[in-house]
């Protein structure tokens, strides 16, 4: 019998206890990298201009208004937490996803969904208000971009 973190223990159990601990490792390196990836940040996580929606979550390159068909509340567990948008037919393959949604992004452009998902994380906004503001920005600018002027 071999002497396990809990006492004595068979070897199955020993090779599931150093499974287990090496899953703990893993998460705790994860969760340094990416609380170190965050403290580093100098630039603003969102930022909307005429230009588009950059959300440092999805990419550091910016959404045009022009590439999203609709923008839609983002419900999660019952609340308002963020803004769904509707990409135009063929974007996201071509948009140079994050490391964080890269995981999902080959299953999303696998599956054809259109969507993303923004949300205000750390800029001290409402859920509410950033959905609002999203949407004013991309009512004004989108049909600029396709060249109909905007009304501001």
Do not use: C
């Not at 068909?69 to 419900?75: F, G, L, T």
């Not at 949300?119 to 600029?144: F, M, N, Q, R």
């Amino acid at each position: 019998m071999a002497t396990g973190l809990f006492g004595h223990v068979g070897p199955r159990t020993a090779r599931l206890e150093f499974a287990g601990v090496g899953v703990v490792l893993v998460s705790l390196l994860l969760a340094v990298v990416g609380i170190g990836r965050v403290l580093r940040l100098k630039a603003p996580q969102l930022t909307l201009s005429s230009l588009g929606l950059k959300d440092y979550n999805l990419s550091s390159q910016p959404i045009p208004w022009s590439a999203i068909a609709a923008v839609s509340p983002h419900h999660l567990n019952g609340r308002l937490s963020g803004v769904r948008l509707k990409l135009e037919e063929g974007f996201l393959r071509a948009f140079p996803i994050k490391t964080g949604p890269k995981l999902l992004g080959p299953i999303l452009k696998t599956v054809g969904t259109n969507y993303v998902t923004s949300t205000p994380g750390a800029a001290h906004l409402k859920a509410d208000d950033y959905y609002e503001i999203v949407l004013k920005y991309w009512t004004s600018y989108s049909k600029s971009q396709r060249g109909v002027p905007p009304n501001v």
